[in-house]
C-alpha cells in the first residue's frame, strides 16, 4: 500500500458504501462539487445537529435562515462586491487559468516561506517574473494577475439590473436581520445568532477534492455583544482546554512553534483580542475533539494583516493535520468588531444599534446652544426656523470654534454672530445608551468535517476496516442482521429493525453473505452494534449483540435493545451492561467470514 | 377585524416572535425571498426531519445531498433548458414583466373556468387581444408572449462556457446519482432516494409572500421501481386513507368535486397509474395531516396533460385550502416513468439501468451467425477479422433480410454472400434481465408547510392567540419560568433549563412580565408546556406545569421532568398524568395577566 494515503483508501470506500464522491461524474465532473450519499448526508446532518447544540441552543443562542441568492445591495454595502476575489493568472499559451498562489507554490514547492496569500498583485508580477514561473500544466508563459471574482453572480427575475449574487458566508444574512432577530428574543446582549445553510465560492480551479469546494454547507455563529461590557461569564468552564496558537508574529519570523495558552492567559496576553473569542476557540477544540480529531492534530493559525479578511481586525484559522494536504482550515474564528453592522447602518440608513438601559438611569451635564430668536426672527423672517434648526442641531463646541476662529458661524447662508446665541449648561437624564455591537465569529465548513471525522476514524484491524467513528457520529447506530436468510429469521430481523427505527435510532438490515462478511461491512462504515437474530432468538427473544471496537458480544432480549442502546451510544451504559457476555472465539468468528 | 386575513395576523406575529419575515428587508426587500427567524428555522427542521423519517428511512430507503447550482449538461438532458420556462409579457409603457397567467387573471378574476397554465404562447396572444387585457399595474398595453427561462444561471469557474444553473428541483442530482447509489445499497428495487435541500426558481414576479418563492427547500423523493414488477406491497396498510381527487376529466368539464377513493381502488379504477403512487399519496394525505392540516382542508387535483411538467405522465398537485389563497399546492406526485433515467443514458452514455437476476435462470433459444472463417479468411486475408466482428455485432434478421433483399449484406465495403454464413440456433442461459427503472416521485416545498401548519395552528382563545401546533413540531417544546425573577427563582428555574435542555428537549426561559403575561406569550408560539418554579420548589422541587390547549395544570417533581416530558410530547403519557392536579382557578390565573 506504499503511496496510497488515506485520502485514496478514504475515497474508495466512500464511493463503494455511500459516503461522498465527485458530482455530476456521469458527465465527466466538475471540480469544486461533492455530492453525499446515503451515509454521508445523514453524518453531515449528525455534525450539523451537534454543531447547533454545542454553539447554539445549549447557551440559549438562536439560529435563523436566510437565502442563498442575496440581492447586490447587500454585498456592496459589506464590501464584498469589491473585497472577495482572486488574483488569477492565465497561461499565454494553453489559456488555462490559475489562481495566482497556486501556480507559484506549484513552481516552488520547496519555498514554504512565501505568503503568497499576503501578497498584493504588483508583487505577485513581480515574484512571477523574477522566479521564472510558468504555467503548471504546459509551462507557457503566465499573464499578469489579474481579480477573479469569486462569488457567482446571477439575475432575479427578468430585470438585467436585479443582481444577485451565490452568498459566500452565511453572515450577511445575519447581520441584516439582526434588529429584527434582536426584538424577538429577550432583548439583551450578547446574543448569539448562528445559521447553517449553502454557500458557494466560485473558486477559479479547485483542486482538493472534497477540501476545496465551490459550494459547501457553513455552520457559522454571528455572536453579538456590549464592547464595553464584554466579559465572557463562561471563560474559566474551559480552563483546561488549551489553546494551541502559531502567531503571527512568530510566523513573520518564519517560525511554525504555536505557543499553548488557556484561554484566559491568551486574552490576558493579548494573543486573542477578546474574551468571548477565547472562549469559542477553546470550544471549537472540544467541537473537533469530539468528532474524532485528537487535540494535539489541531491548532490555531493566526493570519497576518494582508491575509485577513476586509472585515476581520484578528482572524484564527482553526486548522486540522490531515494526512494528504498538512494543516487544513475547518473553521474560522473573526474578530469583525462593528464592521459589518456599521457598514450596513450607513448604507441602509437603518438603526441597526439597539438601547441598552442603565441599571439606574444617570444624570448628566450637557451644553447646549440657545439660538436667540427674539434677535433673529426680525432678522431673518422666514428664513429664520431653518437657520435656529441649524443651529441646534450643531454641536456647540463647534459653534464657539467658529466664533473664536472666524468671529460667525455660517448657517445656510447666513452668518451667526455671538450675539444671536446663548450657551447654557443643562442637566440630562439618560435611561441608556445606543450600543452597535461587536461581534466575534466562529464559522464551520460542514463538509471539511465531514471528511476530518472519517479520516481520524479510518483504521485497521487485522487487514479490516474498521472506521472507528465517534458514536454519536455514526450514520448508521445499529445492523441487524438474521443468522440465516431463511427459517423465519429474517422476518424476526424485520420486526427488530422497525422497533429500533420507530424508537428514533438509525438502525439498517443486511441478510446477504455470512455473518463474518457482514460484520466486516458494517464494521467498515462504523456501526457501533450489531445484532444478530438466531434460531436461540425463536424460543428466548434473546439476540446477540456485537461491539465494533472491541468485536466482543452479549445476549440480550431484543425488545429491551431501543432503550438499552440508546443508553450505550449516549454513553450512559457501558458495552458490558448490555447482556450477558457470550464467549465467541474470535477464530469462530472469523472461520465464519 | 374585519379584512384581516389569517395571513395578515400571522405575518404580524410571525414578524414579533420570530417565524418568518420577507428577506433584505432594510434594503427595501425582494419578493419571492423568505427569512425563517428563530422559531421558524425550527420548525422547518422538524418538518424535513418529520418527512424524512416517514418517507425515506422508516422504509428502509436513503437520502443523499447534490449540489444547488448544476451543471449545464445535467439540465440540458433532463430537458429542463428547454422547457423550464414560464410565458411573459411586459407592458409597453410602464415596462413591467408579467407571467402571463397572472395578467390574464388579474384582468378577469371571475373567469376560473380559463386554464391558463394549458395555452400555449399563440393562444395566450389571441386571448389577450380579443379580451382586451391590459397591464394588471398601469393599465398599458401588453407585448406579445415571450418565454423567460425560471433558472437562474451563472459560470462556474473563470471560463465563460462553463454555465451552470441553480436547480429548480433536487431530482436530477438524484437521477444522475441513481447507479452509484444503488450500488452503495443492497442493489435492490424498489429503491426509494430522497434529498432535501435548496431549490430555486427565477420566478418573473412572484407576489404571494411565503407562498411562491423563489427560493426554497424543497423535500423530494425519486422512487425507482420495476415497472414488470410494479407490486406495492403496502398499499393496504393505507386503506383506511381516503385519496380526494378532483379528476382532470372533471376539471375539463368545469366540475370541481372531488372523487373519494382508496388507495387500492384508484389503481384498480385507472385513476393513478402506479401502485406506488397511490401509496404514496395516502401517505402524503396522513404526512399532511400530522402537520395540523385535516383530511377535508386537503386535495389531490389531477394536472391536465398540457399543465404537466414534461418528464410527467401523470401528476397530481397535492393541494391545501388556505384561507388567502384558496387551494395551494403543497406536494406534487408525479409519474416520471422512466423519462429522466432514460434521459441520462442516452445523452452522458452511462448505462444507468440495473441487472435484475430471475430466481430461477432461465433458457432461451437464440439465432446466431456463423461466418464461415475458413472462406473468408483466404478470401480477405487481413481485413477478414473486421468482416467477421461485423458479422457477429449484426443481427442475424437484418442479414438474411439483405439476402433476401439484395442477395448480399456489405460490411466494410464488401459484399458478404450466403455461402459466406452459416445460421445457427443456440441455447443461452439469461440469469437476469436489465432494467430501467420507472419513477414515482413525491415532492414537498417545506416552507409551505411551514405556512400551513402555521395557519391551522392559528386559533383564538379568550382573545389571545393560542398556536395549537402539533407536539411533535412545536418549535420550543418547554418554557420554564421563575415565578418572581428574584430570592434565588431564576437560578432554579435556569437549572430545570439546562437539565431539560442537556436531555435534548427545545427549551426556553422567559423571566419578564407577569407569570399570566408569560403564559400568553408561551400560548402564542404553540409551546406545549409551561413549567414555573416557586417557592415551593425551594422546599420539595416540586413545579407546576401547565397545559398550552387546556391550560390546565399539575404539580410534579422537576428531575422527573425531562422523561415525563418526552414522553408526553410522543403522546405515551397524557397530561393528567404528569403530576397531582392543580386547582388554579382561571380567574385567578388571569388576574395574574
Same mark, same amino acid.
Given at each position: 500500500m506504499a503511496g496510497i494515503d488515506k485520502y485514496e483508501l478514504l475515497s474508495d470506500l466512500a464511493k463503494r458504501r455511500g459516503f461522498f464522491w465527485p458530482s455530476f461524474e456521469i458527465y465527466g465532473g466538475i471540480s469544486g462539487y461533492l455530492d453525499l450519499g446515503p451515509l454521508g448526508a445523514k453524518l453531515k446532518r449528525r455534525v450539523e445537529d451537534k454543531w447547533l447544540n454545542l454553539f447554539v441552543y445549549q447557551h440559549g443562542y438562536v439560529a435563523i435562515s436566510t437565502p442563498v441568492i442575496t440581492a447586490e445591495k447587500v454585498f456592496l454595502a459589506s464590501g464584498h462586491v469589491s473585497n472577495f476575489k482572486d488574483l488569477m493568472v492565465t497561461c499565454t499559451q494553453c489559456k488555462r487559468h490559475f489562481k495566482a498562489d497556486y501556480a507559484i507554490t506549484q513552481a516552488m514547492p520547496a519555498r514554504t516561506d512565501i505568503a503568497v496569500e499576503a501578497m498584493s498583485a504588483s508583487e505577485i508580477d513581480d515574484f512571477i517574473e523574477k522566479n521564472h514561473v510558468r504555467c503548471p500544466e504546459c509551462g507557457g508563459a503566465l499573464s499578469k494577475s489579474e481579480f477573479f471574482s469569486t462569488m457567482f453572480k446571477t439575475n432575479i427575475g427578468p430585470y438585467s439590473d436585479a443582481i444577485g449574487y451565490g452568498r459566500p458566508e452565511a453572515a450577511q444574512g445575519i447581520f441584516i436581520d439582526f434588529k429584527r432577530v434582536f426584538e424577538t428574543t429577550r432583548e439583551k446582549l450578547p446574543l448569539g445568532i448562528g445559521q447553517i445553510g449553502t454557500v458557494m465560492r466560485n473558486e477559479i480551479s479547485p483542486r482538493q477534492g472534497p477540501i476545496r469546494l465551490r459550494e459547501f454547507t457553513i455552520m457559522e455563529m454571528e455572536f453579538f455583544f456590549d464592547p464595553e461590557e464584554a466579559t465572557c461569564p463562561y471563560l474559566q468552564r474551559v480552563d483546561e482546554t488549551l489553546l494551541p496558537i502559531l502567531l503571527a508574529k512568530d510566523r513573520e519570523q518564519g517560525r511554525s512553534e504555536v505557543t499553548q495558552v488557556t484561554p484566559r492567559e491568551a486574552v490576558k496576553k493579548g494573543l486573542v483580542l477578546t474574551e468571548w473569542g477565547a472562549y469559542f476557540m477553546a470550544l471549537s477544540i472540544q467541537f473537533v475533539n469530539s468528532l474524532g480529531v485528537p487535540k494535539e492534530k489541531q491548532r490555531f493559525e493566526e493570519k497576518m494583516p494582508k +491575509?485577513?479578511?476586509?472585515?476581520?481586525?484578528?482572524?484564527?484559522?482553526?486548522?486540522? $493535520?490531515?494526512?494528504? !494536504?498538512?494543516?487544513?482550515?475547518?473553521?474560522?474564528?473573526?474578530?469583525? /468588531?462593528?464592521?459589518?453592522?456599521?457598514?450596513? *447602518?450607513?448604507?441602509?440608513?437603518?438603526?441597526?444599534?439597539?438601547? =441598552?438601559?442603565?441599571?439606574?438611569?444617570?444624570? =448628566?451635564?450637557?451644553?447646549?446652544?440657545?439660538?436667540?430668536?427674539?434677535? &433673529?426672527?426680525?432678522? $431673518?423672517?422666514?428664513?429664520?426656523?431653518?437657520?435656529?434648526? %441649524?443651529?441646534?442641531?450643531?454641536?456647540?463646541?463647534? *459653534?464657539?470654534?467658529?466664533?473664536?476662529?472666524?468671529?460667525?458661524?455660517?448657517?445656510?447662508?447666513? =452668518?451667526?454672530?455671538?450675539?444671536?446665541?446663548?450657551?447654557?449648561?443643562?442637566? +440630562?437624564?439618560?435611561?441608556?445608551?445606543?450600543?452597535?455591537?461587536?461581534?466575534?465569529?466562529?464559522?464551520? %465548513?460542514?463538509?471539511?468535517?465531514?471528511?476530518?471525522? $472519517?479520516?481520524?476514524?479510518?483504521?485497521?484491524?487485522?487487514?479490516?476496516?474498521?472506521?472507528? $467513528?465517534?458514536?454519536? &457520529?455514526?450514520?448508521?447506530?445499529?445492523?441487524?442482521?438474521? &443468522?440465516?436468510?431463511?427459517?423465519?429469521?429474517?422476518?424476526?430481523?424485520?420486526?427488530?429493525?422497525?422497533?429500533?427505527?420507530?424508537?428514533?435510532?438509525?438502525?439498517?438490515?443486511?441478510?446477504?453473505? /455470512?455473518? %463474518?462478511?457482514?460484520?466486516?461491512?458494517?464494521?467498515?462504515? %462504523?456501526?457501533?452494534?450489531?445484532?444478530?437474530?438466531?434460531?436461540?432468538?425463536? +424460543?428466548?427473544?434473546?439476540?446477540?449483540?456485537?461491539?465494533?471496537?472491541? !468485536?466482543?458480544q452479549v445476549r440480550s432480549d431484543w425488545r429491551q435493545l431501543p432503550e438499552k442502546a440508546r443508553q450505550y451510544l449516549r454513553h450512559e451504559r457501558e458495552f458490558s451492561e448490555l447482556g450477558a457476555a457470550v464467549d465467541v472465539p474470535y477464530e469462530q468468528q472469523e472461520t465464519a467470514v
Open positions: +491575509e485577513r479578511s476586509h472585515y476581520s481586525t484578528q482572524t484564527f484559522d482553526h486548522q486540522i $493535520l490531515l494526512e494528504r !494536504w498538512g494543516w487544513v482550515e475547518v473553521a474560522g474564528h473573526a474578530y469583525r /468588531t462593528d464592521f459589518d453592522l456599521s457598514a450596513h *447602518i450607513k448604507v441602509s440608513g437603518t438603526d441597526l444599534s439597539v438601547f =441598552k438601559p442603565y441599571e439606574n438611569p444617570i444624570s =448628566k451635564k450637557i451644553r447646549v446652544v440657545v439660538p436667540q430668536e427674539s434677535v &433673529l426672527g426680525p432678522l $431673518l423672517k422666514a428664513k429664520s426656523k431653518t437657520v435656529v434648526e %441649524g443651529l441646534k442641531a450643531a454641536s456647540p463646541d463647534d *459653534i464657539e470654534k467658529s466664533f473664536k476662529d472666524s468671529g460667525f458661524f455660517e448657517v445656510q447662508g447666513f =452668518k451667526v454672530l455671538p450675539a444671536h446665541v446663548r450657551f447654557e449648561e443643562r442637566t +440630562e437624564r439618560e435611561a441608556g445608551r445606543r450600543v452597535v455591537p461587536h461581534v466575534v465569529e466562529p464559522s464551520y %465548513g460542514a463538509e471539511r468535517l465531514v471528511y476530518s471525522a $472519517l479520516e481520524y476514524a479510518y483504521t485497521r484491524s487485522k487487514d479490516r476496516v474498521v472506521l472507528k $467513528l465517534p458514536m454519536d &457520529l455514526a450514520p448508521t447506530q445499529v445492523m441487524v442482521f438474521p &443468522l440465516m436468510a431463511k427459517d423465519g429469521l429474517p422476518e424476526i430481523a424485520t420486526r427488530v429493525r422497525e422497533t429500533l427505527a420507530i424508537q428514533g435510532l438509525e438502525v439498517d438490515y443486511d441478510e446477504s453473505g /455470512t455473518i %463474518g462478511r457482514r460484520y466486516a461491512r458494517a464494521d467498515e462504515i %462504523g456501526v457501533p452494534l450489531s445484532v444478530t437474530v438466531d434460531y436461540k432468538t425463536k +424460543e428466548d427473544q434473546t439476540v446477540t449483540i456485537r461491539d465494533r471496537d472491541t !468485536w466482543r
